[in-house]
């Protein structure tokens, strides 16, 4: 039932539609603000609004009302006036709730009129109804439909949780409803499955003596029978879920004096108490749910999208179709394989550790034990703030399986340390406070991400305004992201269960700290690029001579933390040098790191770390990747310019990288871009940049609207280049004008990315060919999918089995010469230009994919003209020339 509108009760709003300086406005606009209350101010602002983007808006419906609705939003939240709830701002203008958000980010599109507290707001909303739709969806399936126990769920989330777009902890609240709810519906109305999981005492009706006693209730008994069946069902912890109840739910239940009640609560006042709820929040009214409501209802061609896929069987049998997976199951699987991967780790240190730890010089077990003790409190503390004061226990679970994975990656990193080294004692890693509080950074980050990454994503990205996501951990423990940076990559290595996504998000963890996080004012890399400075111009954070090398992702987080330093080009004059690589491999090979609890060998000048080599190295390929994405949806009829404006880049990352402080890399990327299009007299405007770069991914908005200028002074991109920017490198920008322009740096070579599965397909260029290794657990025919007995089917005619096998070697094989070796010959031939590293880190230059593809081709087309010649011979042989 929809709330009835209120009046803010300000004369300025009741005086609104009728005002003598509303005259020059539209009638019908001046309707609807009158209809939802705002003030003049927020009319003439919403007016004036419309008024800018009245030229390129289109009518909705053949009506201005929905964009009028649009631009009231905007300057109720911009101007903090909102005197409407945000259902009856939909049900005045016709719209859906998604359709509303994406006619204000359109708008955006047009005038750049949506401030980042709009965002914020929109943002929120619409990830807090797409949690609510999949848990309406699911409530929906799980029993009839019962007024009360939904609008009890919206309570009890709106009491627990302050971050109500968390799906799975709203989730967990749901199946305590369902608890609540289910063990006092008649049994009747019980499918089987609860029926019997429902125990007698809780389905036994209340007693006269217990109604008379109302004035001590007993406290709320959990059924632990039926509780565990909804877990099961749902593939959700029944511990987590037990945590719940106790922590939160009981409280909620004590707050409504429905403890030890036998009753439904009345449905009158369950959506009294939700009426306050809804209108203190001024958000959509989710009670709407139940009555299918336009407002709520998704959008058709948005509405999610699952397939059903096939289940594996074993027997032989028909494939069959497996529940589609939806977002709360997708969730709970990514959850139970974390747990799962888990089983055996423990949150103390290991026996394998303990043996580590006794190796040092110093032991550093009592202080390990002591940091991750006093780190655990500290995260409590702070997840209980976001998420919700009752929900502290969760963030025990949740933390203990972060130590839990800590303990484990830890393990595994010395282990291979060890293998490298051939040394047992590693007293300066494990002594390292900054490496343990990164390592268990690192592992909280993925236990977060996997439990908040369950929830519905806004246009296919993680929403930033979630309060646990990246980098709230580094706020929590106080960590530099320069020094989370380093423990990425070999985290990674470390832990082989990681699942893809999680892979794939500690990668764009490792993006947002390259591109601004690690810039902030009092981060470490200041002092390391100060210190490199002073070496002088032959010590450089990464010489552009080797931009157009391979990237080697042989280091490791010892390498990194301890950050290793290289000896001084001035040798002692007894030592002699090592023989020098091969000059096309010579700037990218580093001195072997030296054994963790050794001093520097004496005679030698300490230099640069690899910790600010590496993270240069990582910076100039992202920063040239973007700019050539950006550069290819402006420029392309300019080719020319590409090697100059990163050449401007690159010299400003490397010589003038104070302008990175607080500030953001695509900044200074579009401000290049611009200046160089300026001296060289290309047509190209700073708006047109904008607009282009929205449509980059992982974009941000505040990333052109919010740039600082000076110390605590903000304003947009334009200004930024005008007062900041040009003024810095005006003098290297209209070097590009002259007859003699300075030397064009490198090229930096892209690798494939490290975070890859090694059996990833390999993608042949400039087509949708991919190449896949083949895998030793071969699927019968009864067992293949349609879509993998597809993939075998492709080239089952072209020859015999142990061809195939070749190819599949070749593919497969880290040591590519074995192309050679499919023509029968024993002795593989080396291939030229070929780079492509063991570990499947470097993209090969394609000819050996190529060559992969022209063998097969190639028997192919013999096959055919083999074919074609048959028929027509037999076809002669059957009309023979008179």
């Known amino acids: 039932m929809p709330p009835r509108k209120r009046s803010s009760g300000t004369g300025s709003s009741r005086r609104g539609a009728s005002s003598p300086e509303h005259t020059e406005k539209d009638s019908d606009f001046v309707t609807l603000c009158k209809e939802l209350f705002v003030t003049n101010t927020v009319c003439n602002r919403a007016w004036a609004i419309w008024t800018s983007a009245a030229i390129s808006a289109e009518k909705i419906n053949n009506s201005n009302r929905p964009l009028w609705g649009v631009c009231v939003f905007i ?137 008379r006693n109302k004035a001590k209730p007993r406290p709320p008994e959990m059924d632990v029978q039926l509780l565990e069946t909804l877990c099961k069902e749902s593939d959700c912890s029944m511990d987590e879920v037990k945590n719940v109840y106790q922590s939160s739910f009981c409280a909620f239940l004590d707050s409504l004096s429905l403890s030890g009640s036998q009753e439904f609560p ?65 969730a709970m699987n990514s959850i139970q394989q ?23 010089t110093v032991d ?38 972060g130590v839990q994975l800590h303990y484990k990656v830890m393990e595994s990193m010395l282990k291979s340390e060890e293998k490298r080294l051939s040394v047992q004692n590693f007293s300066k890693l494990l002594n390292n ?114 931009l157009n090398q391979p990237l080697q992702h042989n280091h490791t987080a010892a390498d990194l933390y301890l950050s290793p330093l290289r000896p001084s080009r001035q040798l002692p004059a007894a030592a002699a040098p090592p023989a020098a690589p091969p000059a096309a491999a010579a700037a990218e090979v580093d001195p072997p790191a030296m054994p963790l609890s050794q001093p520097p060998a004496p005679g030698t000048k300490q230099h640069r770390s690899n910790s600010l080599s590496l993270f240069y190295k990582k910076l100039y390929r992202m920063a040239y990747l973007r700019l050539k994405m950006l550069f290819s949806h402006l420029l392309n009829s300019h080719t020319e310019l590409e090697p100059i404006i990163w050449t401007l880049l690159q010299h400003t990352l490397q010589n003038e990288y104070e302008l990175m402080k607080d500030r953001h890399l695509d900044q200074l990327m579009m401000s290049a871009m611009y200046a160089i299009c300026k001296v060289k007299n290309v047509d190209l405007r700073f708006k047109t940049i904008v607009t282009a770069y929205k449509e980059l991914p992982n974009t941000n908005q505040e990333t052109f609207k919010r ?59 400039g087509g949708n060919v991919y190449i896949s290794p083949l895998k030793s657990n071969r699927l019968t025919q009864a067992a293949m999918t349609p879509r993998s007995r597809f993939l075998v089917s492709i080239g ?48 090969a230059d394609g000819r050996c994919v190529f060559s992969v593809l022209f063998y097969i081709f190639n028997m192919s087309s013999t096959r055919s003209r083999m074919q074609e010649q048959k028929l027509k011979e037999e076809a002669e042989k059957d009309n023979p020339e008179p």
């Not at 609540?180 to 209340?206: E, G, I």
């Open 75 to 211: 300057s109720a939240v911009d101007l903090e006036e909102i005197s409407f709830t945000f259902t009856q701002l939909l049900k005045a203008v016709g719209l859906r709730l998604k359709q509303f958000c994406d006619l204000v980010r359109k708008l955006d599109e047009n005038v750049d009129t949506i401030s980042s507290e709009v965002n914020s707001t929109v943002m929120k909303l619409e990830k807090k109804y797409d949690v609510s739709l999949a848990l309406y969806q699911r409530f929906g399936k799980r029993q009839e439909l019962l007024r009360s126990s939904w609008i009890m769920f919206l309570l009890a989330k709106g009491s627990a949780l302050q971050m109500e777009d968390d799906l799975v902890i709203s989730f967990q609240i749901l199946l305590c409803v369902l608890e609540f709810c289910t063990k006092r519906c008649p049994s009747t109305l019980l499918q089987p499955l609860y029926k019997s999981a429902v125990s007698a005492t809780a389905q036994s009706p209340p007693t006269r003596t217990s109604r």
């Open 266 to 330: 009345a449905v009158e006042t369950l959506s009294k108490k939700y009426d306050e709820l809804y209108h203190k929040n001024k958000d959509f009214d989710a009670r709407l749910f139940l009555d299918d409501d336009e407002t709520l209802c998704p959008v058709k061609e948005e509405a999610t999208k699952v397939e059903m896929m096939p289940k594996k069987n074993q027997s032989g049998e028909e494939n069959v179709l497996v529940p589609p997976q939806t977002p709360i199951r997708a």
């Open 338 to 360: 974390l747990r799962g991967g888990l089983t055996s780790a423990s949150d103390q240190p290991s026996g394998n550790l303990i043996v580590y730890f006794k190796n040092c």
């Open 364 to 401: 550093p077990s009592e202080e390990i034990t002591k940091r991750v003790g006093q780190l655990g409190q500290i995260f409590c503390q702070k997840f209980a703030e976001a998420v919700g004061q009752r929900c502290e226990g969760l963030g025990k679970t949740r933390f203990t399986l």
């Open 433 to 546: 406070a900054t490496f343990h509080t990164s390592l268990l950074a690192s592992a909280l980050e993925v236990v977060l991400a996997t439990y908040v990454g369950g929830s519905l994503k806004n246009g296919g990205s993680e929403s930033p305004e979630t309060d646990l996501c990246f980098p709230w951990i580094l706020d929590v423990f106080q960590l530099h992201a320069f020094d989370f940076y380093k423990v990425i990559e070999s985290f990674i290595k470390a832990e082989p269960t990681l699942k893809h996504d999680m892979i794939e998000h500690l990668g764009r963890c490792e993006h947002q700290i390259m591109e601004s996080i690690a810039w902030k004012a009092d981060s470490p890399l200041f002092e390391l690029l100060r210190q490199s400075r002073e070496e002088g111009p032959g010590e450089q954070a990464e010489p552009p001579a080797t």
């Open 707 to 765: 740039v600082l200028i000076r110390e605590g002074q903000y304003d947009s991109i334009i200004v930024f280049y005008n007062l900041v920017f040009m003024q810095k490198l005006k003098t290297n920008i209209l070097q590009y004008s002259s007859p003699r322009p300075p030397p064009l740096s490198p090229i930096p070579h892209i690798p494939r990315s490290p975070y890859k599965y090694p059996s990833s397909p390999l993608r042949v260029p």
């Open 796 to 843: 089952e005619s072209f020859g015999t089995s142990d061809k195939f096998q070749k190819i599949n070697q070749m593919v497969s094989s880290t040591d590519w010469s074995l192309k050679r070796r499919l023509d029968g010959d024993a002795t593989p031939k080396p291939l030229k230009k070929l780079r492509f590293d063991v570990d499947g880190q470097d993209e």
